[in-house]
């Protein structure tokens, strides 16, 4: 299959962009940086008030920092990509991945799980490290993908169920609602039993 069919025409610009560039339209302003990109335009980052004035409407994602690294919140990527074989993390009670790889001294003994491109140690059994290595992979390979599409139809062809993307998440973190139900039980209320009488005395 062609690349162009495994992988989006804006990821490329999403993982070569340089993000939280203070706006020069809005620099006076309290939410000037530049961390929002869209995905149908595929320009330049912009902030959020571009957002509300150039954008709107559009397929937008929020890019975040982690370490001075960029990182995206697996809630917002996972619908409009195939993030499958990238490791996430979770950061401030978010799940997100990383945009591209970052440097690491060389791994040391006892490493289980690795990234097949930059070779980074991962915490759990997955292929790359970030999206930008599995960008790298699919280059190399084919052997993976991003098009969301292209998954559904594999499984189609082949006549498997199709399952809900969130069914491995779930099943790793546990459902909160089930764990912690968000209705209390009613109380059980029991019968007061009442004063109790002693038998008469017969003579």
């Given at each position: ?100 790889e970052r440097p690491q ?99």
């Amino acid at each position: 299959m062609e690349e162009s069919m495994l992988v989006p025409p804006w990821l490329e610009s999403l993982l070569s962009m340089e993000f939280f560039s203070v706006c020069r339209t809005h620099s006076a302003a309290t939410r000037s940086e530049c961390n929002m990109f869209c995905l149908d335009c595929a320009g330049p980052a912009f902030c959020y008030y571009c957002r509300s004035a150039r954008h709107k409407g559009h397929q937008v994602i929020q890019i975040r920092r982690s370490s001075y690294h960029d990182v995206v919140r697996v809630a917002e990527i996972q619908k409009v990509l195939d993030i499958s074989g990238v490791q996430t993390y979770v950061i401030n009670s978010a799940r997100v991945l990383f945009l591209n790889e970052r440097p690491q001294p060389r791994t040391g003994k006892g490493v289980v799980h690795s990234c097949e491109l930059c070779g980074r140690s991962l915490l759990d059994p997955f292929r790359f490290c970030s999206l930008g290595c599995k960008l790298a992979g699919i280059k190399r390979n084919g052997d993976a993908c991003f098009v969301l599409e292209s998954k559904v139809d594999e499984m189609e062809r082949r006549g498997e169920g199709i399952s809900d993307s969130r069914d491995e998440e779930e099943l790793r973190e546990g459902i909160q609602q089930d764990i912690y139900p968000s209705t209390p039980p009613p109380p059980i209320h029991r019968r007061r039993k009442g004063i109790p009488h002693r038998a008469p005395f017969t003579s």
